[in-house]
């Protein structure tokens, strides 16, 4: 009707204020403020009551549009080398690692606070090339991306005898 109001947001707008300017200077307003958005529609309900008592409801509907960002915003690895700087748009990066590490200690940061992500492949790591995969999934769940670890874990570097045997006869 003519007491509902919609709106649409950008996934970048997280808050929003909502302000009402009363016909009379004596009617009271309820209902005005700071909003925190989450993504998806956001009712809010304004309320103005006259002087006589008389109430009248304005709804606002908002709705904040959900991001398909998948990128990420800081990958490091915390105990390995990588050969290449991270650049967001890059899927496929080489890590260095000794041959005592099993698990690579990471930094990830998504570009979307709200995007989720999930490493996968990345414990046991065995001497040569193993593969680690992190994909990012956007916050409304529609698009993905995949970044490639490929991960070079040092072989053993032993030069240590296992036993010395001598065999002497008299």
């Known amino acids: 009707g003519i007491n509902d ?18 016909d009379e200077e004596t009617t009271q307003i309820t209902g005005t403020g700071e909003y925190d958005l989450k993504v998806g529609m956001n009712k809010y309900v304004i309320e103005s009551t006259s002087k006589e008592g008389q109430t009248r409801s304005y709804t606002v509907t908002v709705i904040r549009e959900s991001s398909k960002n998948v990128y990420l915003k800081k990958l490091e ?45 990345n414990e046991n790591l065995i001497a040569g090339e193993t593969i680690v995969r992190i994909r990012v999934e956007s916050s409304d769940k529609t698009a993905a991306k995949t970044y490639t670890l490929k991960v070079e874990k040092e072989g053993k570097n032993n030069n240590y005898l296992k036993e010395i045997r001598i065999d002497g006869e008299q």
Do not use: C, H, W
Not at 5 to 14: A, C, D, K, N, P
């Open 5 to 22: 109001y919609q709106v649409r947001v950008g996934s970048e707008i997280s808050r929003i204020t909502i302000e009402a300017v009363a």
């Open 77 to 121: 690895i915390k105990n390995g080398q990588m050969k290449e700087e991270f650049e967001k748009e890059k899927g496929l990066y080489e890590v260095e690692i000794r041959n005592d590490i099993n698990e690579l200690e990471m930094e990830i940061e998504p570009e979307d606070a709200n995007a989720s992500y999930k490493v996968i492949g």
